[in-house]
């Protein structure tokens, strides 16, 4: 059984900052991909964020030069630092990994964290 537990969210000034974290556990074998979406009420979820040991990180171009992705292999743990936040990245970001345990390959999600940024 793997679960994903996701951390970090809150509410934030506009232009703060938060560090969004989403460790993952149980028998996994390889991680692929670990990805951050966020989905903002009344919309789709949108890819946010991804990183890879082959292809090494994407960003939405909403966050380039604002946000990092980062992740510890040896925590099986993906982060997200959000600098200069502003009122549009308000949403519940999720996390989404893409692993290969002992029930074969798929994708797991975290539950979400709510970010809101207001003044």
């Known amino acids: 059984q793997v679960q994903l537990v996701e951390s970090g969210g809150g509410l934030v000034q506009p232009g703060g900052s938060l560090r969004l974290s989403c460790a993952a556990s149980?028998?996994?074998?390889?991680?692929?991909?670990m990805r951050w979406y966020r989905q903002a009420p009344g919309k789709g979820r949108d890819l946010v964020a991804l990183i890879t040991n082959e292809e090494g990180t994407r960003y939405a171009d909403s966050v380039k030069g604002r946000f990092t992705i980062s992740a510890d292999n040896t925590k099986n743990t993906v982060y997200l630092q959000m600098n200069s936040l502003n009122p549009e990245d308000t949403a519940r970001y999720y996390c989404?990994?893409?692993?290969?345990?002992?029930?074969?390959?798929?994708?797991?999600w975290g539950q979400g964290t709510q970010v809101t940024v207001s003044s």
């Open positions: 989404e990994f893409d692993l290969y345990t002992s029930a074969g390959r798929r994708l797991y």
């Open positions: 149980g028998s996994i074998f390889s991680i692929y991909t």
